[in-house]
Protein backbone atom coordinates (compact mmCIF):
# COMPACT_ATOMS: atom_id res chain seq x y z
CA UNK A 1 0.00 0.00 0.00
CA UNK A 2 1.04 3.54 -1.04
CA UNK A 3 0.73 6.53 1.13
CA UNK A 4 -0.76 9.52 -0.77
CA UNK A 5 1.04 12.75 -0.15
CA UNK A 6 -0.29 16.29 -1.87
CA UNK A 7 1.06 19.20 -2.43
CA UNK A 8 1.06 22.73 -2.96
CA UNK A 9 2.82 24.91 -5.45
CA UNK A 10 1.46 28.02 -4.45
CA UNK A 11 1.73 30.86 -6.19
CA UNK A 12 1.47 34.95 -5.52
CA UNK A 13 2.20 37.56 -8.83
CA UNK A 14 5.98 35.94 -9.72
CA UNK A 15 6.64 34.53 -6.39
CA UNK A 16 6.57 30.44 -5.13
CA UNK A 17 5.49 30.02 -1.39
CA UNK A 18 8.24 27.82 0.18
CA UNK A 19 8.60 26.09 3.43
CA UNK A 20 11.64 25.40 5.27
CA UNK A 21 10.84 21.76 6.54
CA UNK A 22 11.23 21.18 10.61
CA UNK A 23 14.61 19.29 11.67
CA UNK A 24 12.03 17.45 13.29
CA UNK A 25 10.10 15.78 10.00
CA UNK A 26 11.26 12.34 8.62
CA UNK A 27 11.67 12.84 5.30
CA UNK A 28 13.76 15.49 3.89
CA UNK A 29 14.51 17.68 6.96
CA UNK A 30 15.40 20.73 7.13
CA UNK A 31 14.87 21.09 2.92
CA UNK A 32 12.99 23.38 0.83
CA UNK A 33 9.39 22.28 -0.05
CA UNK A 34 6.28 23.03 -1.11
CA UNK A 35 3.56 22.58 1.95
CA UNK A 36 1.58 19.26 1.75
CA UNK A 37 0.96 16.53 3.85
CA UNK A 38 -0.50 13.08 3.99
CA UNK A 39 -4.06 12.34 3.04
CA UNK A 40 -6.54 10.49 5.70
CA UNK A 41 -8.24 7.80 4.76
CA UNK A 42 -12.30 8.71 4.88
CA UNK A 43 -13.87 5.39 3.25
CA UNK A 44 -16.40 6.20 0.15
CA UNK A 45 -15.21 10.50 -1.14
CA UNK A 46 -14.52 13.14 -3.23
CA UNK A 47 -12.13 15.75 -3.91
CA UNK A 48 -10.31 13.99 -0.99
CA UNK A 49 -6.85 15.82 -2.50
CA UNK A 50 -8.03 19.07 -2.49
CA UNK A 51 -9.63 19.07 0.94
CA UNK A 52 -6.25 17.35 2.10
CA UNK A 53 -4.18 19.99 0.46
CA UNK A 54 -6.28 23.06 1.85
CA UNK A 55 -6.11 21.69 5.32
CA UNK A 56 -2.70 21.14 5.12
CA UNK A 57 -2.15 25.14 3.66
CA UNK A 58 -4.01 26.21 6.84
CA UNK A 59 -2.52 23.66 9.38
CA UNK A 60 1.04 24.26 8.19
CA UNK A 61 1.01 27.82 7.29
CA UNK A 62 -2.28 29.58 7.36
CA UNK A 63 -3.43 30.47 4.37
CA UNK A 64 -6.16 29.83 1.67
CA UNK A 65 -5.82 29.48 -2.09
CA UNK A 66 -8.23 29.85 -4.64
CA UNK A 67 -11.15 27.11 -5.65
CA UNK A 68 -9.35 25.68 -8.60
CA UNK A 69 -6.44 24.02 -8.57
CA UNK A 70 -4.80 22.65 -11.20
CA UNK A 71 -2.59 18.90 -11.32
CA UNK A 72 1.14 19.58 -11.97
CA UNK A 73 2.49 15.64 -11.59
CA UNK A 74 3.19 13.02 -9.81
CA UNK A 75 6.29 11.19 -8.52
CA UNK A 76 6.55 8.28 -5.93
CA UNK A 77 9.34 7.82 -3.42
CA UNK A 78 10.36 5.54 -0.32
CA UNK A 79 10.83 6.58 3.43
CA UNK A 80 13.40 5.79 5.13
CA UNK A 81 11.32 2.82 6.92
CA UNK A 82 10.64 1.53 3.70
CA UNK A 83 6.93 2.89 3.51
CA UNK A 84 6.30 3.94 -0.51
CA UNK A 85 4.74 7.24 -1.08
CA UNK A 86 2.92 8.38 -4.15
CA UNK A 87 3.05 12.97 -4.17
CA UNK A 88 0.89 14.44 -6.04
CA UNK A 89 1.71 18.61 -6.93
CA UNK A 90 -1.35 20.83 -7.59
CA UNK A 91 -0.68 24.39 -8.81
CA UNK A 92 -2.70 26.97 -6.50
CA UNK A 93 -2.98 30.61 -6.67
CA UNK A 94 -2.56 32.01 -3.33
CA UNK A 95 -5.77 33.69 -1.68
CA UNK A 96 -5.51 35.01 1.84
CA UNK A 97 -3.62 34.93 5.12
CA UNK A 98 -0.04 35.63 5.88
CA UNK A 99 1.98 32.58 6.03
CA UNK A 100 4.04 32.09 8.61
CA UNK A 101 5.61 28.45 10.57
CA UNK A 102 2.22 28.14 12.26
CA UNK A 103 3.16 24.16 12.44
CA UNK A 104 7.12 24.77 13.96
CA UNK A 105 6.98 20.73 13.88
CA UNK A 106 6.85 20.65 10.14
CA UNK A 107 7.61 24.40 9.35
CA UNK A 108 11.12 25.55 9.88
CA UNK A 109 10.23 29.40 8.10
CA UNK A 110 8.67 29.92 5.13
CA UNK A 111 9.59 32.02 2.03
CA UNK A 112 8.47 33.70 -1.08
CA UNK A 113 10.81 33.06 -3.49
CA UNK A 114 11.02 33.32 -7.47
CA UNK A 115 11.75 30.19 -9.37
CA UNK A 116 14.94 31.17 -10.33
CA UNK A 117 15.63 31.34 -5.88
CA UNK A 118 14.24 28.30 -5.97
CA UNK A 119 16.45 26.75 -8.70
CA UNK A 120 19.63 28.19 -6.93
CA UNK A 121 18.45 27.58 -3.44
CA UNK A 122 21.02 25.40 -1.53
CA UNK A 123 18.39 23.35 0.28
CA UNK A 124 16.64 22.34 -3.17
CA UNK A 125 16.76 18.67 -3.85
CA UNK A 126 16.91 17.62 -7.93
CA UNK A 127 12.61 16.61 -7.60
CA UNK A 128 11.56 19.90 -6.21
CA UNK A 129 13.59 21.47 -9.11
CA UNK A 130 11.10 19.36 -11.63
CA UNK A 131 8.30 20.16 -9.59
CA UNK A 132 8.74 23.67 -10.07
CA UNK A 133 9.79 23.71 -13.66
CA UNK A 134 6.65 22.26 -14.78
CA UNK A 135 4.62 24.36 -12.34
CA UNK A 136 5.75 27.10 -13.37
CA UNK A 137 5.44 26.15 -17.27
CA UNK A 138 1.49 25.42 -16.19
CA UNK A 139 1.58 28.72 -14.45
CA UNK A 140 2.63 30.63 -17.70
CA UNK A 141 0.09 28.90 -19.68
CA UNK A 142 -2.62 29.62 -17.42
CA UNK A 143 -2.07 33.40 -17.52
CA UNK A 144 -1.85 33.54 -21.05
Known amino acids: MFLINVEGAVYKGDKWLMIERSHKEEHAAGM ?43 TSFVLADGREVV ?15 KSPDEV ?18 SYLHDNIREADRLRSMTMV
Open 32 to 74: LSFVGGTVDQEGASSDILERTLRRELMEEVGIRVHEKMMYVRN
Open 87 to 101: DIVFLCEWESGEPYP
Open 108 to 125: EAVHWLTTDEIMKHPKTE
